[in-house]
């Protein structure tokens, strides 16, 4: 898992999933259980389906979504106004 | 910085370098903050010393006669740290 | 809406950059990629581990060393059944915001639970791992601390592991 492509190209681990996402939020935004287990699934996936060591997996989300998301599930949730 | 970074401004007496780290890693990654931090933590040690307490002097210098300087110079970190948390204002939210 | 490109590049642009400038040489590069191993088995039959560095640890334990000016390269086994009211977090180079109040978005213990139940994975580790990724030791930290965890997982009888970065 990396949210820093640039880091992760100097490091090059055999298999890499990137996520536009902040530093510490690499699994998505609190509650929102359906993006933490997609970006889990997604990352996973990559054991078997990765075919040249080095690649950088692009998971395609958006921070902003992210977060648009992570609001209304906490609406819904009752946690936020 | 790594250490060997460190060590080699050490050997070459390069205290801009050493002090620059040490704000770096005590303002969250940004020098000036780092220096602010380190003036905090000397008002925060100087206020509560005021009121002139009393303190536990066997204490302080028991620690300071029996402990090695490495352990001392670690808890002069931490005392930094303890410091300026109890100034109730806490920079370190980690973004870079 | 449409995600532009920009929105799906990384959101701290130059993070390599930045850190080198700040701590010369305190950033691992490697010259060589390693060959990659395709996992002989579905992930529904893998057992799984995990392994963090957002200093994660169950509460009570003695805290990961954040004043340490070198670091701390010692790591903390988690059980893999831990639930987040059990687990604290002792780092301060990261945001610790979203993880503050769910722990899952960087330590996601509940999803990996949630797949195992479903059968998408076959098990989990009994322990994952968790260290703080802040130390000026890079060499210091895959000669022991790497090492160290590389050898507990696979004790574990680990087939598979998610690595996660702060």
């Given at each position: 898992m990396t949210v820093a492509r640039d880091v992760t190209t100097h490091l090059k681990p055999p298999r890499a999933v990137f996520v536009p996402f902040m530093m510490g939020?690499?699994?998505g935004v609190p509650f929102h259980r359906d993006l933490q287990r997609r970006v889990i699934l997604e990352a996973l996936a990559r054991l078997t389906r990765a075919e040249q060591s080095g690649e950088i997996h692009d998971i395609p989300v958006t921070w902003a979504q992210a977060r648009r998301e992570g609001i209304a599930i906490e609406q819904a949730m009752g946690l936020r106004a | 910085m790594s250490l060997q970074y460190l060590k080699d401004a050490a050997a070459r007496h390069d205290a801009e370098a050493l002090i620059r780290y040490v704000r770096l890693h005590l303002g969250d990654g940004d020098e000036g903050r780092g220096r602010r931090?380190?003036?905090?933590a000397w008002v925060?040690?100087?206020?509560?010393?005021?009121d002139v307490p009393p303190t536990d002097r066997e204490f302080i210098h028991e620690t300071l006669s029996t402990k090695d300087?490495?352990?001392?110079a670690?808890?002069?970190?931490?005392?930094?740290?303890?410091?300026v948390k109890r100034s109730g204002e806490w920079i370190h939210d980690g973004n870079l | 809406m449409t995600a532009t490109s920009s929105d799906r590049e990384q959101l701290r642009p130059g993070l390599w950059a930045t850190v080198n400038e700040r701590y010369p040489g305190s950033m691992i590069t490697k010259s060589d990629l390693v060959p990659l191993t395709k996992l002989g088995k579905p992930l529904a039959a893998s057992r799984l581990t995990f392994v963090s560095t957002a200093g994660v640890q169950p509460r009570g334990t003695l805290p990961f060393d954040v004043t340490h000016p070198v670091g701390d390269y010692?790591?903390?086994?988690?059980?893999?059944?831990?639930e987040p009211a059990d687990l604290e977090i002792h780092q301060l180079k990261y945001p610790t915001a979203g993880a503050n109040r769910d722990l899952n978005v960087v330590f996601p213990l509940e999803r990996l639970r949630d797949l195992v139940a479903e059968g998408a994975i076959g098990a989990l580790t009994p322990d994952v791992y968790s260290f703080i990724g802040y130390n000026m030791d890079p060499?210091?930290?895959e000669r022991t601390l790497a090492e160290e965890i590389a050898a507990a997982v696979a004790a574990d009888g680990a087939e598979a592991a998610l690595l996660a970065p702060a």
């Open positions: 939020h690499h699994f | 931090e380190i003036d905090k925060e040690a100087l206020k509560p010393l005021l300087p490495a352990t001392l670690h808890l002069f970190f931490d005392l930094h740290f303890y410091l | 010692s790591f903390r086994r988690v059980p893999s059944s831990a060499e210091r930290l």
